[in-house]
């Protein structure tokens, strides 16, 4: 069963709120990831863990803050955002990070910041 | 360093007519190369993958891709369009940079299926 499961599906928050996005997933993956996708656009890599540590940043704004408590769940944590951070966030896992892993994603958490 | 493109950003088709996504990668290995589709409002959902085992590969709903190094393409069709097939498709390749096979996303094709 591949299944990247994320709550909540959808959210509302201010600019001055702090929320968090969940992710888990049982596949026993080792890689997980969160990718930010705006309307009509691709999704784009924020964060990579592997084995439970940061792998990779790329480069995001430090009012997201990632943190995977154990090997099945990741959260994002939000604060002070901006209204053009408005946007699909999606969770993803995969078996490891070498080349040809196959990656499983999430339905997203729709995040409007107002 | 690698790149996807795919060349069509829209292709509108008829319902049980045939379908066509085209897809050009560049790439200084021998990639791995994926097609994904994402329904309105829903998540990323793998289609198929290829990884060199075969140069044709099936996927789930009926699709099929072939990669083609001397053309670096990765074409997707589907013998008979359903209206279910309307969503986006991504083209990506994953490519070993600094030891982790990173994503590179092409910009999508909307696929449109009327009745």
């Known amino acids: 069963d591949t299944e990247v499961t994320q709550t909540p599906k959808h959210l509302v928050m201010g600019m001055t709120n702090k929320k968090s996005l969940k992710c888990e997933q049982h596949m026993g993956h080792r890689a997980m990831y969160w990718y930010k996708q705006k309307a009509k656009k691709p999704p784009e890599l924020m964060f990579v863990y592997s084995y439970e540590k940061l792998s990779i940043n790329e480069s995001v704004p430090s009012r997201f803050s990632p943190e995977c408590p154990n090997s099945s769940l990741l959260n994002l944590h939000l604060h002070a955002l901006q209204p053009e951070d408005s946007a699909l966030y999606l969770c993803a896992s995969s078996q490891d990070l070498g080349e040809g892993n196959t990656i499983y994603f999430g339905e997203g958490s729709w995040l409007t910041v107002v | 360093a690698q790149s996807v493109t795919q060349l069509d950003s829209h292709v509108s088709v008829s319902e049980g007519t045939p379908v066509l996504l085209r897809c050009n990668y560049s790439?200084?290995?021998?990639?791995?190369l994926f097609w994904y589709v994402q329904h309105p409002n829903k998540g990323l959902q793998l289609l198929l993958k290829y990884t060199s085992a075969a140069t044709l590969v099936k996927g789930i709903n009926g699709f099929e891709a072939e990669f083609k190094k001397s053309e670096t393409s990765f074409h997707l069709t589907k013998p008979s369009a359903h209206m279910s097939d309307a969503a986006e498709y991504f083209c990506?390749?994953?490519?070993?940079?600094?030891?982790?096979?990173?994503?590179?996303f092409g910009a999508g094709t909307q696929v449109v299926v009327t009745p």
């Open positions: 790439s200084s290995y021998s990639p791995s």
């Open positions: 990506v390749v994953s490519e070993e940079t600094d030891s982790w096979g990173k994503l590179q």
